[in-house]
């Protein structure tokens, strides 16, 4: 129900007849479940929002036009993006960098285009530390 209310519409101008309805206003929705279930169904429905604001930014960001979305301006929305964010750290490879780094794959693509190119690197989760759990191994005879 949440994914099929994405529309893009940032350029899109409003008209005086447009309905005044608020389209980010809370959706409310009555699911009857048994009692044992009700945590579950919670838990669910909240990841559930959470994966469909992640698709949105994602479709988002897939529909800017590239005048609006450059390199540089997806590198700010990624640092910004993860500012807030537990164990997410976000790096950002500028032209000069990717030049010492060898890395002639991105800085040859990017002499097409009229800005420099950037290379932004997510690193999710990289501070945590979970102690791995020996694999189970199995012979048969």
């Not at 809370?26 to 945590?39: G, K, N, R, S």
């Not at 010492?100 to 693509?109: A, D, E, F």
Request: charged share 25%; net charge negative.
């Amino acid at each position: 129900m949440i994914l099929r209310d994405y529309k893009y519409d940032h350029y899109k101008s409003k008209n005086d007849d447009d309905e005044d309805v608020d389209d980010d206003s809370p959706v409310h929705v009555t699911i009857q479940c048994a009692d044992e279930h009700i945590v579950s169904l919670s838990a669910s429905a909240t990841r559930s929002a959470e994966i469909a604001s992640g698709v949105f930014r994602a479709r988002d960001l897939a529909n800017a036009p590239p005048n609006d979305l450059y390199p540089m301006a997806y590198a700010e929305l990624a640092v910004e993006w993860a500012s807030d964010k537990d164990n997410v750290e976000v790096t950002v490879i500028e032209y000069d960098e990717a030049i010492k780094l060898g890395m002639g794959g991105l800085v040859g693509v990017g002499m097409g285009s009229a800005r420099k190119p950037c290379m932004v690197i997510f690193e999710m989760n990289g501070k945590t530390r979970v102690p791995l759990m020996s694999p189970i191994l199995s012979t048969e005879i």
